[in-house]
């Protein structure tokens, strides 16, 4: 048996803060091997330590061949909570292969003491609230891709932040930030401030890199559209921390 065959192959999908780290904790443990998958929508992605694949599988079956013809002993869906379909087709691929798969979600946000949040369930949904009264100038945070869904709202002023350029539909009114997080609480205050934001749309993604924009938007008074996120699909096992998934490989073992 092979060096590689003796060790555990654990598949991360990844594209998450979580994912990396993942990967950096089992680096130096000889009993596994790890390969991160990316999507490709990041045109300059961080690569991860380990081996590390870009692009789509194909579905649910070529998911799954390609974890058997990889020997993959354990997946841990470590996409973004919103890569509703992804963590679909490992689960569906999860079934047919029998192979075992944990989906690494970090928490939500929940409101606190002064917060003023309401709660819409897709990005449509969030759209259809936008042409209210005081929904002149909007922080748009909910990602390039997702963008289609604003590009019927001819009124509202958009500012949006993402990693890569947009494509496809936009919004007519429309100004683009290139940034990639985390940021910091002392520039979104600036940035809320400078561009006269009257409203913040954001999905619940969780975790700290982009949170302080919630802080911001509570320090001045700024009501906060949130974007609930989709349910982990049904009978995966679910690990809220790096750590509480390394608990998991370690007490299913390397195979």
């Not at 008074?221 to 049904?234: C, D, F, H, N, S």
Request: glycine residues 10%.
């Amino acid at each position: 048996m092979s060096a590689d065959r003796a060790r555990a192959h654990v598949l991360i999908l990844g594209g998450t803060t979580e994912a990396r780290r993942l990967a950096e904790a089992l680096e130096h443990d000889a009993s596994y091997r790890v390969t991160t998958s990316l999507a490709g929508r990041v045109a300059a992605p961080v690569l991860p330590p380990g081996e590390s694949r870009i692009g789509g599988f194909g579905g649910v079956v070529g998911l799954a061949g390609w974890i058997i013809t990889h020997d993959v002993t354990h997946v841990v869906d470590a996409t973004h909570p919103f890569a509703e379909r992804m963590s679909f087709h490992a689960s569906e691929a999860g079934a047919l292969t029998g192979v075992p798969l944990l989906a690494l979600r970090r928490p939500g946000w929940s409101p606190g003491p002064g917060d003023a949040w309401t709660f819409a369930d897709s990005l449509e949904g969030a759209a259809a609230l936008l042409p209210g009264p005081g929904a002149g100038r909007v922080f748009l945070t909910t990602g390039r891709m997702g963008l289609h869904s604003f590009a019927h709202l001819a009124d509202p002023w958009f500012l949006v932040r993402s990693v890569d350029p947009p494509t496809g539909p936009v919004p007519p009114r429309l100004e683009v930030l290139l940034e990639r997080g985390p940021f910091a609480l002392e520039d979104e205050r600036e940035l809320l401030a400078r561009h006269r934001i009257d409203v913040l749309v954001t999905k619940d993604s969780g975790g700290s890199a982009t949170a302080p924009k919630l802080t911001a938007a509570r320090e001045a008074g700024i009501p906060v559209l949130v974007v609930r996120r989709p349910a982990v699909p049904a009978g995966v096992a679910e690990a809220p921390s790096v750590e509480a998934a390394l608990r998991w490989l370690h007490q299913d073992g390397p195979t």
